[in-house]
C-alpha cells in the first residue's frame, strides 16, 4: 500500500513516492498518440454559459504543452489551463488561436460549429 499524503510533504505520487510537486513521473508523459492533427473548438457545456476554447491533439509532453500554453495565454492576454493534455482558455479564441498555432508549426483545424 502506497502513501496518498504526508503531514511533511503534502499530496504523494503513487507512482513515485514523491511530493506532487516533485514529481519525477508525471513530467515524463508522453501526449497520447493522436492523428498530427490540432484541434480547436468552442464549448459551453457544463459551464453555466461561459464559452471556452478547447486546444486539442497537440503531441507535446506535459511540460511543454504547459510553456505553450503559457505563451499563448500571454498572446491572448487571457486565461486559461492544461486539464488532460487539453489546452482551455476563457472565452471565444478560435480566431485568434489559429494563425498562432500555424506559426508554432502544428497542422490546425477548426472543429465544432
Do not use: N, W
Not at 496518498?4 to 513515485?16: A, K, N
Not at 490540432?38 to 486546444?55: A, M, N, P, Y
Not at 479564441?93 to 483545424?109: C, S
Request: hydrophobic share 30%; proline share 4%.
Amino acid at each position: 500500500m502506497s502513501r496518498v499524503y504526508s503531514t511533511d510533504q503534502g499530496r504523494i505520487c503513487p507512482g513515485c513516492d514523491q511530493a506532487i510537486d516533485q514529481c519525477r513521473c508525471s513530467s515524463d508523459r508522453a501526449a497520447p498518440a493522436g492523428d498530427g492533427i490540432v484541434r480547436i473548438q468552442r464549448e459551453t457545456k457544463g459551464r453555466k454559459g461561459k464559452g471556452v476554447t478547447l486546444v486539442t491533439g497537440i503531441p507535446l509532453a506535459e511540460k511543454e504543452l504547459k510553456v505553450l500554453a503559457k505563451t499563448l495565454r500571454q498572446k491572448l492576454s487571457t486565461g486559461g489551463s492544461v486539464k488532460d493534455h487539453v489546452l482551455e482558455f476563457q472565452g471565444d479564441q478560435r480566431v485568434a488561436l489559429k494563425p498562432l498555432l500555424e506559426k508554432e508549426g502544428f497542422t490546425v483545424k477548426l472543429a465544432g460549429g
